[in-house]
T-cell receptor, first 114, second 115 residues
Framework: NAGVTQTPKFRVLKTGQSMTLLCAQD?????MYWYRQDPGMGLRLIHY???????AKGEVPDGYNVSRLKKQNFLLGLESAAPSQTSVYFC?????????????FGPGTRLTVL | QQQVKQSPQSLIVQKGGISIINCAYE??????FPWYQQFPGKGPALLIA???DVSEKKEGRFTISFNKSAKQFSLHIMDSQPGDSATYFC??????????????WGLGTSLAVNP
C-alpha cells in the first residue's frame, strides 16, 4: 500500500511556463484535495474533488486547474506559472467528505518559480 | 479572517517538559477537532482528534483538552521528546457543510524539543 504519492518531488519553473502535478492514491478514496503550504500561512485548499469526474474550488483556486478523470488520480495544473506560486504542494485523500474522515497526505512537491 | 486561531506560532520546550498548543474558534457549528503532525519534509498526518461531547481525549503522551463554553481546544504533549519536534496543526469541521465538509486549518505551531 503506497498510500498517497506525488510526482514530481521537486521542480523549478520559469515565469510563464506550465506544468502538471500528479497525485495518485491506492486506498480507493472518494475525496481528494490539493493544498499549498507557505511559511506562516498554514495549509490552504486550492481545489478538491468529491469523486471521479468532479472538481470544486477551494479558498485559493486562481491560477490553478485540476482534473479527476480517474478515481485514483488528481492532477493539478499551472497554465502560466508566477513567482507567487512558489510553494510546497500537498495532495491528500479521504474516504468520504464527512469532515471527520481522516485526510491522508502525500509527501509534497516543492515548486520554485523563477 | 482566520476561523481557527492557533497559538503560539513557535514553541521551544526542554526534553521531558510539557508542550501546550492552543486553538480557538468562533463557529459553534464546528463539531470535529483533529490535530495533525507534520515532520520536516513530510506531509501532515492525523495525530489525535476529539468531538465536543467529551472534554478530554488521551492517546499515549498526547492529550486534547476541549472547552466547549470557551470555544477552545488544546494539545498537550507530556514528557516531550526530541522526536516530537514537528509542526502541529489544529483543524475544525463544520457539521452543516454536508458533503462539502472541509477541514478549517489553524496556521500551525512549530515545536522544537531540546535534548
Amino acid at each position: 500500500n503506497a498510500g498517497v504519492t506525488q510526482t514530481p518531488k521537486f521542480r523549478v519553473l520559469k515565469t510563464g511556463q506550465s506544468m502538471t502535478l500528479l497525485c495518485a492514491q491506492d486506498m480507493n478514496h472518494e475525496y481528494m484535495y490539493w493544498y499549498r503550504q507557505d511559511p506562516g500561512m498554514g495549509l490552504r485548499l486550492i481545489h478538491y474533488s468529491v469523486g471521479e469526474g468532479t472538481t470544486a474550488k477551494g479558498e485559493v483556486p486562481d491560477g490553478y486547474n485540476v482534473s479527476r478523470l480517474k478515481k485514483q488520480n488528481f492532477l493539478l495544473g499551472l497554465e502560466s506559472a508566477a513567482p507567487s506560486q512558489t510553494s510546497v504542494y500537498f495532495c491528500a485523500s479521504s474516504y468520504g467528505g464527512k469532515g471527520t474522515d481522516t485526510q491522508y497526505f502525500g509527501p509534497g512537491t516543492r515548486l520554485t518559480v523563477l | 479572517q482566520q476561523q481557527v486561531k492557533q497559538s503560539p506560532q513557535s514553541l521551544i520546550v526542554q526534553k521531558g517538559g510539557i508542550s501546550i498548543i492552543n486553538c480557538a474558534y468562533e463557529n459553534t457549528a464546528f463539531d470535529y477537532f483533529p490535530w495533525y503532525q507534520q515532520f520536516p519534509g513530510k506531509g501532515p498526518a492525523l495525530l489525535i482528534a476529539i468531538r465536543p461531547d467529551v472534554s478530554e481525549k488521551k492517546e499515549g503522551r498526547f492529550t486534547i483538552s476541549f472547552n466547549k463554553s470557551a470555544k477552545q481546544f488544546s494539545l498537550h504533549i507530556m514528557d516531550s521528546q526530541p522526536g516530537d519536534s514537528a509542526t502541529y496543526f489544529c483543524a475544525a469541521s463544520n457539521r452543516y457543510a454536508g458533503n462539502n465538509r472541509k477541514l478549517i486549518w489553524g496556521l500551525g505551531t512549530s515545536l522544537a524539543v531540546n535534548p
